[in-house]
């Protein structure tokens, strides 16, 4: 038998000098035959440490060693082994335990537990020997120090029995949903709800135009109602929509409170700051008509009722504000639908005022009526309900606070509380939307004026706002509804420091918007004239066309306004405002100047439809510059790579779908003529054709993002 043990200290087991291996039985002589041992046969044929560290435990030797005569060198004297104990390959089948215990693994760096003879956890290797390192305790004293191996190795030659029955699994609970479909279905609750609102919102501006018609009057009106949103916007709004989201998922997350001081704390700020700014802005309503519109300013009777509707609607702002920092209080707390819902009342509210007006002046057509035949009670009723519509949309939202558990308490304690730097941060989203309404500005005073240069009606602002309506509501349903369920998201993966969340969740964004946004871009292009002819033509065929055109020049633009915009939510992510308003000086400047060439260059009759194009075209210079921003942001990587192959092979599906639908629309036009039946008809066979063809095409090129919509939808309706 060879000798199975060589001694971890440089001697025997049995004394100093004595030579390795088992004891030799007394009366066994120098060549004697030593008889075999019962305990010690067979015992180190398979021997696993043989090639280890020897300076590690062997429970044999220790169990032979003599502590007393022998003591052990001081701990840390020892050299660490180059490797410790591997594990072996797994076995194709489970180890038996009454054939070799399995090896527990080495255990970790530090003093884990007690050991014998003040050995390492790092360096020792345990050998299965329960009874002499770790479970003594667990099993019946033994006489003998080789039981424990004679008992493990006595069953070597036996078959393992049969396999105990393993346990039956525990139910796997039903799938709620993982990231991708809790988002769905949050964005399928928001774009229901944005879908209403701008339906109704449709109806509203539809009843607006009949009552006031698409001339002076009508100009009027508009500039005064969209007075409120650009001061609101300018002062509070573009921080409160874009900063204030991962401010208070933050607090939500960091505070004992859950965020509800912060809550509070910032909902009374935003108060006590747009009551101020409403009451400055009522003082100097006439000023800020002639900055909108210096054209209606200088004519008396257009500047009177524009300043009267204006101080009508300036209180608006307050309830703006309002109605969006609850909105985003609710955000925060996972809640989504009251923000895209509320916006309904206000709607319906508005559309009663004005049918009330209709019902007692007649509408524009029958009444004729303009800037100096209005009634001040006109003015009245219609101011008013414009009022009271902001009213009703803010308070609606304060049930769906009380049921968030959310009660609001106001809150004066500002300083020291992450207020200051929530205001900072907002100073640059202010500085953003100040660039992007200045460029606005630049366009409403152009607008006006080619409006009332051309003397024809649907070449103005309202015109321009009309059509810029109907353009933006498929961004407002599908892009704002998917990144208002995906910010708070994207907010706690910047927060954590992780860049590829971030990543992915844009790029998610990005494609997912872009199934419905690229063929509804396509499909203004193609079909923008029977469109506006059907929803304007209270407003005479002449402007109805007109704001089918500018549709037309709107139409490719809503692409790359959709990918700025998600884009943009990257940086906000980040608590990054400063890029975002460089990047939008950007853009409000090539929309200024090139909406002024088309001013200057075009006829007055074709100017906003260039200043239409130029919108367009100054958010694609805009992409470029943010996309290149943010991959650096994010590390160099933004997944562009999957997301340019996605809009590329959409465009090649739309194109194709585009001109056949197109040309069908213009054909039925051309045959029953540009009346409500002939668009209509139109329209529908028009838009059958080229959203067909598209999907087809889309599906034969196996887009990923199309086919999941469609398996989403078949999957709704149970087919």
Known sequence: MNAPYDGDRGQGAGGAGSPSGPPVPPGAGQGGQVPPDPYLQHAYEDDPYRAQDLAAQDPVGEALYDRASHPPPPPGTYQDPQALYQQPPAAPHAPDPRIWAQTPPPEPSGPSRHLPYGDRPATTQFVGVDALVTQASDDRREPDAFAHLFRDQEGAGKPPGPPEPEPAPAPVPPKSGGRVSGV????????????????????????????????????????????????????????????????????????????????????????????????????????????????????????????????????????????????????????????????????????????????????????????????????????????????????????????????????????????????????????????????????????????????????????????????????????????????????????????????????????NSAVAIVPVAFTFLALGLPMCTLLYASSGAEAARSMGFILMAFALGLIPYSVQYVVLRGFYAYEDTRTPFYNTVIVAAVNAAASALCYVVLPARWAVVGMAFSYGLAYAVGVGVAWRRLRTRLGGDLDGAHVVRTYARLCMAAVPAALLGGGVGYAILELLGSGAAGSLAALICGGIVLLGIFFVAAKKMRIEEVNGLVGMVRGRLGR
């Not at 106001?410 to 500085?431: E, I, N, Q």
């Not at 409403?444 to 240069?453: D, E, P, V």
């Not at 309506?469 to 992780?498: C, E, F, K, Y």
Request: charged residues 15%.
């Open 184 to 511: 769905l279905k949050s964005s399928a609750l928001m774009a229901a709800g944005t879908l209403v609102s701008r339906l109704t919102g449709f109806i509203r501006s539809l009843v607006i135009t009949a009552a006031l018609g698409a001339a002076l009057l009508g100009d009027s009106f508009t500039i005064a109602y969209t007075l409120p949103t650009m001061i609101y916007i300018l002062t509070v709004g573009g921080g409160l929509n874009s900063v204030f989201v991962p401010q208070l998922v933050r607090a939500m997350k960091d505070d004992e409170d859950g965020g509800e001081a912060f809550a509070n704390r910032l909902l009374t700020l935003v108060m006590v700051a747009l009551g101020l700014i409403v009451a400055v802005a009522v003082l100097v309503a006439p000023v800020l008509i002639q900055l909108m519109s210096s054209t209606i300013a200088d004519d008396v009777a257009a500047n009177s009722v524009a300043v009267t509707f204006a101080r009508y609607c300036l209180p608006t702002i307050f309830f703006m504000g309002v109605h969006v920092v609850m909105g985003q209080i609710l955000n925060a707390r996972g809640k989504f639908g009251a923000m895209m819902w509320t916006p309904v009342l206000n709607n319906i509210v508005m559309i009663i005022t004005f049918g009330l007006f209709i019902w007692v002046y007649g509408t524009s057509a029958e009444s004729r009526m303009g800037v100096d035949t209005i009634p001040p009670e006109g003015i009245r009723l219609l101011g008013i309900g414009t009022l009271l519509g902001l009213v009703v949309q803010a308070l609606a939202m304060i049930p769906y606070l009380r049921e968030a558990g959310f009660r609001f308490r106001p809150r004066f304690d500002w300083k020291g509380h992450g207020l200051g730097k929530t205001v900072k941060l907002a100073k640059w989203t202010v500085l953003f939307v100040l660039a992007n309404q200045a460029g606005v500005l630049v366009v409403t005073q152009l607008a006006t004026a080619a409006g009332k240069l051309s003397d024809k009606d649907g070449t103005g602002f309202l015109a321009y706002s009309n059509a810029q309506l109907i353009w933006g509501m498929p961004q407002a349903i599908i892009t704002v509804s998917v990144m208002a369920a995906l910010l708070p998201r994207i907010s706690r993966a910047a927060h954590d420091n992780d860049p590829g969340a971030v990543r992915d969740d844009i790029s998610q964004g990005l494609r």
